[in-house]
């Protein structure tokens, strides 16, 4: 993780095992984490973590996807989703709410733990969706973040490049011959400035949740480009190096994923549900 990021987030990590979340070092650009890495990294502190916990109530936010994590045994997975097509993909919960996160009225303090996986870059109003789901989770839960990193280069060409490339690309490019069609990826990206890095620490600053999580790692999107298109990568990778430069190297735009775990504070979360 580099520094200029998340650079009072970077905190969290001494309050959790260091094997689970690797302490700040200096930029290595050469050395990024992997997807694979970084997930295994979280699913290892979810584990740690979430083992005592019996038979916990999940909240799945943006429910059509496929569950990226391990859950404790005994989980009651719901979900909630905007889209019917989207949500009837999912065949593994036990209750599904066709709704807006940003605006519908989940239950306050009803969930262990709360799952908002490639969901805050698609709503127009991602702190309004997190406050809602904060609201949801009971004190002491845990809620499992991952989006893109909006001050990285993937960040930029998605907010510059228009929503039908994006469908192309991942029809064609990608080889997801559903890409585009009712409850499909991709969905139209908003990448609000509210969930750059900088911006959204200062959200949760005024927030009683604290963050016991953080991870910054390079997307699979990378890697398989890679593979399929060595010369489109390249240039990719000299555009990268070329922004880095230009940041003196104190911002590494390469790492183009995030992935967080908050915790509302469990004494400050009782006094709000009691009010």
């Known amino acids: 993780m ?3 990021d998340f650079p009072n987030l970077s905190h969290a990590e001494n309050r959790i095992p260091a094997e689970h979340c690797p302490r700040v070092h200096e930029p290595d650009f050469s050395m990024r984490p992997s997807t694979r890495a970084a997930r295994a990294d979280l699913q290892n502190f979810l584990d740690a973590h979430l083992a005592l916990l019996d038979g916990p109530q999940v909240m ?3 429910c059509g996807g496929a569950m990226r994590i391990t859950l404790p045994a005994g989980a009651v997975l719901n979900g909630i989703d905007i889209s019917p097509e989207s949500a009837a993909r999912n065949d593994s919960l036990f209750n599904i709410v066709i709704g807006d996160v ?22 127009a109003h991602p702190l309004a969706a997190l406050s809602n789901l904060i609201a ?16 990285s280069l993937k960040g930029l060409v998605t907010r510059l490049s228009p929503h039908q490339l ?4 991942l029809r064609h490019f990608w080889g997801q011959k559903n890409a585009g069609r009712p409850g499909y990826a991709p969905f139209p990206t908003y990448m609000a400035r509210d969930i750059a890095p900088r911006m959204l620490e200062k959200f949760l600053q005024t927030r009683d949740v604290e963050v016991v999580f953080t991870r910054l790692y390079e997307g699979n999107r990378v890697a398989t480009l ?27 735009f ?22």
């Open 102 to 123: 940003q605006t519908y009225p989940l239950p306050r303090a009803a969930y262990d733990i709360v799952i908002c996986w490639e969901l805050l870059e698609h709503v």
């Open 136 to 151: 949801a989770t009971k004190p002491g839960g845990f809620i499992i973040l991952a989006f893109p990193n909006r001050a």
């Open 226 to 252: 890679r593979q399929k298109a060595p010369l489109l990568h390249a240039l990719y990778q000299g555009f990268l190096r070329l922004l880095n430069a230009l940041s003196l190297n104190r911002h590494d």
């Open 60 to 62: 799945d936010a943006g």
């Open 254 to 275: 390469g790492q183009s994923d995030v992935l967080l775990v908050l915790r509302p504070i469990p004494e400050r979360q009782a006094v709000l549900q009691a009010a």
């Open 166 to 169: 994006h469908v192309w690309l």
């Open 2 to 4: 580099i520094a200029s």
